[in-house]
Nanobody
Framework: QVQLVESGGGLVQAGDSLRLSCAASGRTFSFYAMGWFRQAPGKEREFVAAINWSGSRTSYADSVKGRFTISRDNAKNTVYLQMNSLKPEDTAVYYC????????????????????WGQGTQVTVSS
């Protein structure tokens, strides 16, 4: 069982940066692939970024590639999402998620592949 708590959201201007954190409980955190998703008002939840259990492989949505970076610190049971050059269209609630399975060598991009979710943190980017 993994419990996830996101933090770091806020209100920023276009072009600014934010770093989201996702703190996980549980001894097995380091064995889970992790991902970030987001959901804007009136839209479906969409994939943002993912990282495999070891941190050696990452995957990004085209809309954030080159601007966002996902990373993890297994010693701190934390996964991060560094967001640079933020745009108004990045405004959404951002969710952290953990894979349903352990030791996935591939980053997971599909919603249904994740079994644990945080409560989300709001990111608002003004123009």
């Amino acid at each position: 069982q993994v419990q996830l708590v996101e933090s770091g959201g806020g209100l920023v201007q276009a072009g600014d940066s934010l770093r989201l954190s996702c703190a996980a409980s549980g001894r097995t955190f380091s064995f889970y692939a992790m991902g970030w998703f987001r959901q804007a008002p009136g839209k479906e939840r969409e994939f943002v970024a993912a990282i495999n259990w070891s941190g050696s492989r990452t995957s990004y949505a085209d809309s954030v590639k080159g601007r966002f970076t996902i990373s993890r610190d297994n010693a701190k049971n934390t996964v991060y999402l560094q967001m640079n050059s933020l745009k108004p269209e990045d405004t959404a609630v951002y969710y952290c998620a953990a894979d349903r399975q352990l030791l996935s060598s591939d980053p997971k991009i599909a919603f249904h592949e994740y079994g644990y979710w945080g409560q989300g943190t709001q990111v608002t980017v003004s123009s």
